[in-house]
């Protein structure tokens, strides 16, 4: 009897591991990148005049390009690998954010900050997450999964105060190119540990059946696959309830909460950076949250899981606007550490249940699903400004939030209707 001696044999830590390390980094950094633009506002008003809407446009593109970039990239990573993909974006992001240094008008500002880095940050967005997960992992998908949605979600929270720290610091200009930098340096890395499939370096994914058969790598063109995918999803229930609540999911968190909890808690005499420091808090608590979640995805029906998600979000939400104060009482600290428990659980069983469904599709399907999540934010972050503006308060803006979030529990459940493809 013959002994294999290939690297899923071999003792030691499973090739995998690293490709979700590689994978950890680089969504990390990215959730980074995307933190800057939002920092850069006041730099760029002082400098160059820019009036707040004209630089909020460039951020607006990048958020609408960093959702709908999703699906194309991963059906791109079907067609030509996860590491030229991954690579090819963190060289976007670099140029996006060092081209800034140069630039004399807004348009520059749209071109690099919305265009380029929206471009190279939507390519390792939540779906590049989804595609590691299925190409290398098996045993453990929940718990990968949960891990590599928590650097995306934490890195952009945590990030913001050094970044911001940068930029009023030593300057904007700095904080742009350290972010160009750190970009550049992650190329290497990538390059080096990150594998496309676990065939190309002889092993098989963490827990698959060696005498499995292999997948074939997609061979179609990925933008018509993407499309492609995207007509067949919704001519079924199961898309439009998982869009649906992942709609309402991105107005909950990045649309309202990231967007205006700070001015709302400034509206109640609460100082800029005591408010700033509170969503750090959430991006710290979102960590726990989200591995949670993907442990709990492998184990718990996924469809269960997010209707509590989204009921005791929508449950917290409703209570917010009684919470306000001058100050940090304890009952705004443990709604702050509430919802960032709650902050992206979501993603987790939202991936399982797109992998379930749809099969080998799911990576594409979850890359459209997430782009009604960026659609979402878009709305209800001009919808709550809108309200502030017309009606001197926040307070309808958290109850509707709630009131959306009890209808994508519902939502939620009905998804087990749904047969499997």
Sequence with gaps: MTVSTTPSTRRGLHRAWYVAAVAFVAILGSAGFRATPGVLITPLQEEFGWSAGTISLA????????GLTAPFAAALMDRFGMRRVVAVALLLIAAGSGL????????????????????????MALVFAATVVDRWFVRHRGLVTGVLTAAGATGQLVFLP???????????????????????????????????????????????????????????????????????????????????GFAICGASTNGLVSTHFIPAAHDHGMAEPVAAGLLAIIGIFDIAGTVASGWLSDKVDPKVLLGVYYGLRGLSLMVLPGLFAATTEPSMLVFIIFYGLDWVATVPPTVALCRRIY?????????????????????????????????GAYDLAWYAAGALCLLAAGMSLAIGHAKRR
């Design 359 to 391: 099969g080998a599709d799911g990576a594409v399907v979850f890359g459209w699903v997430f782009g009604s999540h960026q659609v979402g934010a878009a709305i209800a972050a001009v919808g709550a400004g809108l309200t502030r503006d017309h009606l």
């Design 162 to 244: 050094v970044l911001a720290q940068l930029a009023h610091g030593p300057g904007w200009r700095f904080a742009s190119l350290t972010v160009a930098a750190a970009a550049l340096a992650v190329v290497p890395f990538v390059w080096w540990l990150l594998r496309d499939r676990p065939e190309d370096v002889g092993t098989t994914a963490l827990g698959a059946d060696p005498a499995a058969p292999r997948p074939e790598p997609a061979r179609a063109n990925a933008g018509l696959r993407a499309v492609t995918v995207l007509a067949s999803a919704a001519r079924t229930r199961p898309f439009w309830l998982l869009a649906g």
């Design 100 to 123: 800034t240094v140069f630039m004399s008008a807004s348009w520059q500002l749209l071109l690099c900050w919305g265009v380029l880095v929206g471009l190279g940050t939507g390519s």
């Design 59 to 66: 951020i607006s593109v990048n958020l609408v390009l960093y």
